[in-house]
């Protein structure tokens, strides 16, 4: 399989040990390889890829660097089917602005990977095409929704992927899979070529080998756009300037809510591991309190699914996307068309969301979860009033097994639990994997405040080298 970093990859391209041709072939033959048995990959163009590396200019931050793209990102002239049969035989005829940042600092978008339909899930297994595994164990889920980006990332099938975190979709996948998963701040990447499931919500991010490898894809990604309204015109930054850096003295927040009982022991372990890794560096960890965490899944179900219900009424099989055949009426094309061409998740928050802001109901459940989406922003900003940065769990436990019919939906939802506070509150949050022997992938969220991602990779990768002994 193809490990390696980018900076790996980068030092052998510019040396000529490899040519990003040859780079693009080693990767097609690990996916070859591999793929049939983790399914992380929707499609790939290797004509398309080769073509690219002729011209690759080494000199650019990425030059030469293949990269996988999640399936829900617009890649011009590529399938962009958010895993769904109702997109099933769209082609993008346009690049996202992340991919179009990518291609501008040499990168190679090479292959679509595989993910939950339309971003709605947290195990990998809603996908319309077949469910992704996780290279760790095949038996179980790889996370979710980006769960093929980072498959391929942990299973060596790609170097480095595009994700994006709508409730945790970069962090949990990346947790279970054992590798690294920023979510930027929002608004911090342009959601431009991102097909929408809750917009307040979204955010394009990557999945990496390491937290120097995030740093130098978030350099490229970041940026204010003038094709998404919400995009920030925050300066941008040099994020791999931090890392190295001593984070003596640095003040870390422990929420007591997520000291729950319902941890899982590896996840325990993998909390109080951390925790001795940062003292020993310097940093000084104290339990903090966010009043409202038992809220937040209840409000991010409400929001997220209606943001999702109005989203997706553009897809009504007139346009584009799956028709239904025969001929009926309007309001019957209509149904058959959604009927056949969304799973039952999507479906399932789509009636959500129509429910919630339906006339008589909005009142009682939208109107108060942005009410509580306030309160929890809130929690955060006078958190760190207190503290630079707050550490907690990715998720409760581990990777689940696949196809897993003890668990509700309900129970899926609330595996989120650790994650979705981020995108209420739109911080960045990083995953790094906490390795433990003989167990499964584990990891560890840190946040920081919004556009702290300099200070927040700083510790990161402070801990992630602490972690790696």
């Given at each position: 399989m193809l490990f390696g970093t980018i900076a790996h990859w980068r030092a052998q391209l510019q040396s000529g040990a490899i040519s990003p041709t040859e780079l693009v072939e080693e990767l097609d033959n690990s996916i070859a390889a591999r793929d049939p048995q983790i399914h992380a990959y929707l499609s790939r163009n290797k004509e398309a890829a080769l073509q690219a590396a002729t011209c690759a200019d080494l000199s650019l931050p990425l030059g030469g660097i293949p990269l996988a793209i999640k399936?829900?990102?617009?890649?011009?002239?590529?399938?962009?089917?958010?895993?769904?049969k109702m997109l099933e035989n769209f082609v993008s005829p346009y690049d996202a602005t992340a991919v179009t940042r990518l291609r501008a600092a040499g990168a190679i978008p090479f292959g679509r990977t595989n993910m939950d339909e339309f971003a709605m899930g947290s195990a990998g297994e809603n996908s319309a095409f077949g469910p992704t595994h996780n290279p760790?164990?095949?038996?179980?889920?790889?996370?979710?929704?980006?769960?093929?980006?980072?498959?391929?990332v942990a299973g060596g099938m790609a170097i480095?992927?595009?994700?994006?975190?709508t409730g945790g979709s970069i962090r949990q996948p990346a947790s279970h899979c054992g590798i690294v998963g920023l979510k930027p701040t929002y608004g911090r990447v342009s959601r431009y070529g991102l097909v929408a499931f809750a917009s307040s919500l979204d955010q394009i991010g990557p999945l990496t080998q390491d937290v120097a490898d995030a740093a130098t894809l978030l350099n490229v990604l970041c940026g204010h756009d003038a094709?998404?309204?919400?995009?920030?015109?925050?300066?941008?930054?040099?994020?791999?300037?931090g890392l190295g850096r001593d984070i003596r003295g640095l003040r870390i927040g422990?929420?007591?809510?997520y000291l729950s009982s319902g941890n899982a022991p590896e996840v325990r372990a993998a909390l109080e591991q951390s925790i001795c890794c940062l003292t020993e560096l310097g940093a000084e960890v104290t339990e903090i309190s966010l009043p409202h965490t038992e809220a937040v899944v209840s409000a991010y179900y409400i929001i997220?699914?209606?943001?999702?219900?109005?989203?997706?009424?553009?897809?009504?099989g007139i346009r584009y996307g799956h028709r239904a055949e025969g001929n009926m009426s309007l309001d019957a094309l209509y149904s058959k068309s959604r009927e056949a061409g969304f799973g039952a998740e999507v479906k399932r928050r789509i009636i959500l969301g129509t429910y919630v802001l339906s006339g008589g109901y909005y009142d009682a459940y939208y109107a108060k979860a942005q009410k509580v989406r306030a309160l929890v922003a809130q929690d955060f900003t006078r958190a760190f009033e207190q503290v630079d940065l707050i550490l907690g769990p990715v998720a409760p436990t581990p990777a689940p097994k696949l196809h897993d019919t003890q668990l509700t939906p309900l129970q899926v939802y609330l595996s989120d639990i650790y994650t979705i506070p981020a995108n209420l509150a739109g911080l960045p949050g990083i995953s790094l994997p906490c390795p433990q022997a003989g167990c499964l992938p584990t990891g560890i969220q840190l946040l920081a405040p919004p556009f702290a991602e300099t200070r927040l990779l700083q510790a990161a990768h402070a801990l992630e080298c602490a972690l790696k002994g």
């Amino acid at each position: 399989m193809l490990f390696g970093t980018i900076a790996h990859w980068r030092a052998q391209l510019q040396s000529g040990a490899i040519s990003p041709t040859e780079l693009v072939e080693e990767l097609d033959n690990s996916i070859a390889a591999r793929d049939p048995q983790i399914h992380a990959y929707l499609s790939r163009n290797k004509e398309a890829a080769l073509q690219a590396a002729t011209c690759a200019d080494l000199s650019l931050p990425l030059g030469g660097i293949p990269l996988a793209i999640k399936d829900n990102i617009c890649v011009q002239g590529e399938p962009t089917r958010c895993a769904s049969k109702m997109l099933e035989n769209f082609v993008s005829p346009y690049d996202a602005t992340a991919v179009t940042r990518l291609r501008a600092a040499g990168a190679i978008p090479f292959g679509r990977t595989n993910m939950d339909e339309f971003a709605m899930g947290s195990a990998g297994e809603n996908s319309a095409f077949g469910p992704t595994h996780n290279p760790a164990d095949p038996d179980r889920v790889p996370g979710g929704s980006s769960s093929g980006s980072a498959a391929a990332v942990a299973g060596g099938m790609a170097i480095a992927a595009l994700g994006s975190d709508t409730g945790g979709s970069i962090r949990q996948p990346a947790s279970h899979c054992g590798i690294v998963g920023l979510k930027p701040t929002y608004g911090r990447v342009s959601r431009y070529g991102l097909v929408a499931f809750a917009s307040s919500l979204d955010q394009i991010g990557p999945l990496t080998q390491d937290v120097a490898d995030a740093a130098t894809l978030l350099n490229v990604l970041c940026g204010h756009d003038a094709k998404d309204s919400t995009s920030s015109p925050q300066p941008t930054e040099d994020f791999c300037a931090g890392l190295g850096r001593d984070i003596r003295g640095l003040r870390i927040g422990l929420p007591k809510e997520y000291l729950s009982s319902g941890n899982a022991p590896e996840v325990r372990a993998a909390l109080e591991q951390s925790i001795c890794c940062l003292t020993e560096l310097g940093a000084e960890v104290t339990e903090i309190s966010l009043p409202h965490t038992e809220a937040v899944v209840s409000a991010y179900y409400i929001i997220a699914c209606a943001e999702a219900s109005s989203n997706l009424a553009r897809f009504d099989g007139i346009r584009y996307g799956h028709r239904a055949e025969g001929n009926m009426s309007l309001d019957a094309l209509y149904s058959k068309s959604r009927e056949a061409g969304f799973g039952a998740e999507v479906k399932r928050r789509i009636i959500l969301g129509t429910y919630v802001l339906s006339g008589g109901y909005y009142d009682a459940y939208y109107a108060k979860a942005q009410k509580v989406r306030a309160l929890v922003a809130q929690d955060f900003t006078r958190a760190f009033e207190q503290v630079d940065l707050i550490l907690g769990p990715v998720a409760p436990t581990p990777a689940p097994k696949l196809h897993d019919t003890q668990l509700t939906p309900l129970q899926v939802y609330l595996s989120d639990i650790y994650t979705i506070p981020a995108n209420l509150a739109g911080l960045p949050g990083i995953s790094l994997p906490c390795p433990q022997a003989g167990c499964l992938p584990t990891g560890i969220q840190l946040l920081a405040p919004p556009f702290a991602e300099t200070r927040l990779l700083q510790a990161a990768h402070a801990l992630e080298c602490a972690l790696k002994g």
